[in-house]
């Protein structure tokens, strides 16, 4: 795109939503096959200036096209939710499709000029399920970002490559999720996390010519080397369990078993790092 059109391509970044949304409507506009009403449309070779690191994922990045990269510590199954409805006007008889959200959104206006109750004549259904990304920076400090992923990601081309323990590239749309305070309303706070478009395989868990231990270390974030030492404590039948990872005083996981109960600080680091802190 950046040849044709430099305008285009900033539009995309700061407004990639709506452009893409754009695109899919002016295609379906076409006399085209009815097999490519299903298609999407995917981006890849974003510049230099769009790549974040996880840590670096400020509140100006919201709803702007981004890219990231980070190692798979886990995905969730799959869902099925409604990803699109269509209304009938009663007024006129217009059919009128709205693409669906994070919740269920009626058309606000039909161009004959009538507003709101409008009559619903179908939904449209697809799978997504979530996956998500950690990575450490220089000072051993881990973050995560959760990436929701369509059906588009669930074809075996990317189910080869979303697997647990490979750095993945990704490129979306940074948005914000919403909490709820202790009265049920929405907080002010928010979590951030990446509609995904498109992914790239960095590197391979089972990278070959690696060490055990180098596939080991480069498949892992601390979160993970954390539940792996709980596990193990669980296996040798102790009750164990993480605590939480930010504010933890240094203790990463406790384990009991009748009356003793052990604090047991994890610490991640490469062959040749010295730990340094005092446990």
Known sequence: LLKFNTEICEEL???PKELLNIVKLSVKGFDLPRILDLFTVQLKNLPLS???KLWDLHGKLLHKLIVIEG??????????????ATYECPACGDILKVLQEDKLTEPKRCSCGRKGKFRLVSYKYGESFEIFLGDVDDDGDSYTIQANMNDVFLNNEFKEIIKKGNRLEVIG???????????????TKISKRLIANNIKLIENASSAGATDYDRLFSSITPRMFEELTAKLFRKKGYNAKTTQFVGDKGIDVVAE???????????????????????
């Open 257 to 279: 078993k009748e009356a003793e109960r052990i604090a047991i600080q994890c610490k991640l680091n490469q062959k040749e790092s010295k730990i340094d802190n005092k446990i």
């Open 50 to 52: 769009q790549k974040y």
């Open 13 to 15: 970044i700061e407004n």
């Open 71 to 84: 190692i798979v510590e886990r995905k969730t199954s799959v869902s099925t939710k409604i990803i699109a």
């Open 173 to 187: 749309v940074l948005e914000p999720g919403f909490k709820k305070n202790r009265n049920g309303g929405l907080s």
